[in-house]
């Protein structure tokens, strides 16, 4: 078997997870990331079914049985994971009940996955049903879009029109908005299931007074949507002060989807 630390998909996530960290996005063990890899990327590297140890999943989505993900471990520090990943991160595989799943590498220490693991997996599951290129979660504390919860109204057409009228790319980057959820407990079953109803529509979902939850495609898109709104978010507040500012307008940002073939979100453009 070849060393899978030296694997593309170990050495991506840690290297997304650094960047994040190095943001400040992603304070003392705020923060989690996971990622579906398939059986051919894994090939050579890990046995499928050999599995170390059982984990509860605290939920039970059996349409994700049989899918194996990378995950960031419960109480990891940012900081700590690309410098030994198999002790901060693991892989596990869903089994046939869609309510455990194996451990088939990593979590040396014994730890378990990320304590947000069940609005993960109902997050991919809602995701699969929309978008089948789908393989990416992450959740992370990007500074400014929090910041925004605390002063903005919480209305989601108003929360996506400041950001997209902040900078050009955000309307195609984002042209299906960011879902919003009040202020909730963390690492529930319930926030799970809220996310997972927001992300039927937005692929970017803030949690007020707390971070973000995004898919994507891959861990550079999904890095790159947060980044992109996050950039939105610093703008919004560097103008704030100023009385005489301007904004990209409502009939800008048509022109906008137009050019690009994006599909804003219903009733968004007035």
Not at 132 to 151: E, K, Q, W
Not at 179 to 200: F, S, Y
Not at 224 to 229: H, K, V, Y
Request: glycine share 8%.
């Amino acid at each position: 078997m070849k060393n899978i630390i030296t694997s593309p998909f170990i050495k991506k996530f840690c290297n997304l997870i650094d960047n994040m960290y190095r943001l400040g996005w992603d304070e003392r063990n705020g923060g989690n990331v996971s990622y579906i890899l398939s059986e051919d990327e894994i090939n050579g590297y890990l046995i499928a079914d050999q599995m170390i140890r059982t984990i509860k999943l605290n939920c039970k989505v059996p349409a994700l049985a049989g899918k194996i993900l990378l995950v960031t471990g419960t109480g990891k520090y940012f900081k700590n994971i690309k410098e030994d990943p198999e002790v901060n991160t693991g892989i596990i595989k869903i089994n046939p009940d869609g309510n455990t799943a194996g451990l088939l590498w990593g979590l040396r220490d014994g730890s378990d996955p990320t304590s947000e693991l069940p609005t993960h997996i109902m997050a991919h599951a809602t995701r699969l049903q929309i978008d089948a290129n789908h393989r990416v979660v992450i959740h992370t504390h990007a500074t400014n879009l929090v910041a925004m919860t605390f002063v903005h109204s919480l209305d989601e057409k108003a929360f996506t029109k400041t950001l997209w009228k902040m900078n050009t790319e955000c309307i195609i980057v984002f042209p299906d908005g960011v879902g919003i959820l009040p202020w909730m407990v963390c690492g529930t079953a319930e926030i799970g299931r809220q996310t997972a109803l927001k992300l039927q529509t937005s692929r970017l979902v803030l949690w007020s007074m707390h971070g973000v939850f995004c898919a994507g495609h891959t861990l550079d898109e999904a890095f790159g949507l947060i980044e992109t709104a996050e950039k939105a978010a610093e703008i919004y507040f560097k103008i704030s002060r100023f009385t005489d500012r301007k904004e990209i307008s409502d009939e800008q940002l048509k022109l906008l989807t137009t050019a690009f073939a994006v599909k804003a979100k219903t009733d968004y453009l007035d």
